[in-house]
């Protein structure tokens, strides 16, 4: 039997009286945020926490990486404090694929026990915790590798600016298409006041200020507090639930048709080949739904940065990223012999990103197309979708979630997952007067609180055994290059030399 979604609320910052949230500490924002969005997600299926209680079998939360509350005991803790005792709890930790996840985990909870009457719900409030430089320092360390990536001047940003400047490179891709899609998608939330960008209208100064390669601060997801709750179970429990008088009559649903992620490396450093697994993760939602991918009439693509919009549509659609890149122009992918709208809401860089909880944003986005979410975005389509998409992406683009959704149960039945390339892992080992070519460069000119003081350039250089490794670059007498005007990046050959203790690449 296909699970069901029956409805998401999510919560934000200005729901809350002003000076009462700003003086409150992170844990009890924390716990409003999350106690708020599974009231009204109550609220709107008509019933209450007590109410529903005898009936919940499992709770599937996600940790709140700002707060550091790890560990399955939290989520007993929470399922405590919200007044629910003797059901299974369950926690996801996937950066920003834990949305996915976490929606996977309850599908896989209902499908193989089709009793179940699944909470979703989690929180997390990065924007009131991340607030000094030393936060910032505190997120590279958690991010990068201490001796392969911190040394070098590694920052998530700059680690992302490499992926997007190799994707450029291999795609025909320029900074004209970023600033293009980034400027349509910031149109989608000005009219939408529960976006963090209401009514900010872009300018090109903004555009223009480089952080680091083509990135700038509007290509960025913006961080926010932010929680979310749904309800996952199936149309027979639904039914017995309204005979039961626990929920609301007239109900709709939407069916959870498949479900997949896929994990490849902790860290970047390790990304053989800078390999994504979002083809992968794609590849075991589609198969286990029974749509295929000239079905989807709608998706939301997580955009923790412009070029991941591409990156990630081109690898979940086998589209290639240039014809993609195109038609994000306008806010479209193309999936077979159409182009679909995607990210009505602006994504998370304009609508709300609570950084693991970043992917709420897309399931209230894709809920608002089917009239499911408490408060829906303003843009929907004309009528709902037959079948979304929902994607997710955590870490330096090393783990990726899929989820399928539809408006009718799937027809087609389930098949076998067609097989994929096996993601590689590289091992970063190289020694002295070993050479190589400079396989992605970033220039940084942002790094609050790092070791290394920008600008620099970032390089991901392959040595001619194979391995790969971050270094900055030093022409032949040694001045280091901060720029990556005089490279071309998959030709550029270097010899690498240890510099105050770290291997470094220098020009031939």
């Known amino acids: 039997m296909t699970p069901i979604l029956l409805g998401v609320a999510d919560t934000i910052e200005s729901e809350f009286n002003a000076e009462e949230y700003k003086s409150s500490s992170a844990l009890e924002k924390y716990y409003k945020i999350l106690f708020r969005s599974v009231d009204k997600l109550f609220t709107f299926l008509g019933t209450d926490r007590a109410k529903i209680a005898p009936f919940l079998t499992?709770?599937?939360?996600?940790?709140?990486?700002?707060?550091?509350?790890?560990?399955?005991?939290?989520?007993?803790?929470?399922?405590?404090?919200?007044?629910?005792?003797?059901?299974?709890?369950?926690?996801?930790?996937?950066?920003?694929?834990s949305v996915g996840g976490a929606l996977q985990q309850a599908y896989t909870i209902v499908s193989s026990n089709p009793?179940?009457?699944?909470?979703?719900?989690?929180?997390?409030?990065?924007?009131?915790?991340?607030?000094?430089?030393?936060?910032?320092?505190?997120?590279?360390?958690?991010?990068?590798?201490?001796?392969?990536?911190?040394?070098y001047g590694s920052t998530l940003i700059g680690l992302y600016a490499i992926l997007a400047e190799r994707s450029m490179k291999d795609a025909g891709i320029n900074s004209e298409d970023f600033e293009?899609?980034?400027?349509?998608?910031?149109?989608?939330?000005?009219?939408?006041?529960?976006?963090?960008?209401?009514?900010?209208?872009?300018?090109?100064?903004q555009l223009h200020k480089p952080l680091a390669g083509p990135y700038s601060t509007p290509m960025i997801a913006i961080v926010t507090d932010h929680g979310f709750a749904t309800l996952i179970t199936t149309e027979t429990k639904k039914q017995e639930l309204i005979d039961k008088g626990i929920i609301r009559k007239d109900l709709k649903h939407i069916y959870l048709a498949g479900a997949g992620h896929a994990a490849h490396t902790e860290y970047f450093i390790q990304k053989k080949d800078l390999a994504s697994p979002a083809a992968i993760a794609a590849e075991r939602a589609f198969s286990l739904s029974g749509w295929e991918r000239e079905d989807i009439d709608y998706a939301w693509i997580y955009d923790c940065f412009t070029g991941m919009i591409i990156g990630q549509a081109s690898l979940y659609f086998g589209k290639p990223a240039k014809e993609v890149a195109t038609s994000l122009h306008e806010g479209k992918i193309p999936t077979g012999k159409r182009q679909i709208p995607i990210n009505f809401g602006g994504g998370i860089l304009n609508y709300q990103a609570a950084m693991s909880l970043s992917g709420a944003a897309g399931l209230i986005d894709v809920a608002s197309q089917y009239d499911l979410?408490?408060?829906?975005?303003?843009?929907r389509l004309s009528e709902p979708p037959n079948v979304s998409l929902l994607g997710g992406n955590g870490g330096i683009d090393s783990i990726n979630s899929v989820i399928i959704f539809s408006k009718e149960a799937p027809q087609k039945g389930r098949r076998s997952v067609?097989?994929?390339?096996a993601l590689g892992v590289n091992v970063p080992h190289a020694k002295e007067e070993e050479e190589g070519v400079i396989l992605s460069a970033s220039a940084v000119h942002f790094n609050p609180g790092g070791q290394k003081k920008p600008p620099y350039l970032l390089c991901a250089v392959t040595t001619n055994a194979g391995s790969m490794l971050l270094t900055n670059l030093f022409s032949e007498s040694g001045e280091e290059i901060k720029s990556a005007d005089t490279i071309e990046i998959g030709k550029t050959k270097v010899k690498l030399k240890i510099l105050n203790g770290i291997l470094q690449s220098y020009l031939i």
Do not use: M
Not at 187 to 201: C, D, L, M
Not at 418 to 421: E, G, H, I, L
């Open 58 to 97: 499992d709770f599937v939360s996600v940790e709140p990486q700002s707060l550091a509350r790890e560990g399955y005991g939290f989520t007993v803790r929470d399922a405590n404090d919200l007044g629910f005792t003797g059901i299974a709890c369950h926690v996801v930790d996937l950066g920003g694929a």
């Open 115 to 151: 009793d179940s009457v699944v909470l979703v719900a989690a929180a997390d409030v990065p924007k009131s915790v991340f607030k000094q430089v030393s936060d910032l320092k505190k997120l590279t360390f958690t991010v990068c590798h201490k001796d392969w990536e911190i040394p």
């Open 180 to 205: 293009k899609i980034t400027k349509y998608f910031r149109e989608k939330a000005i009219s939408n006041p529960r976006a963090f960008q209401f009514e900010k209208v872009l300018t090109d100064k």
């Open 373 to 379: 979410a408490v408060d829906p975005i303003p843009n």
């Open 418 to 421: 067609q097989p994929t390339r």
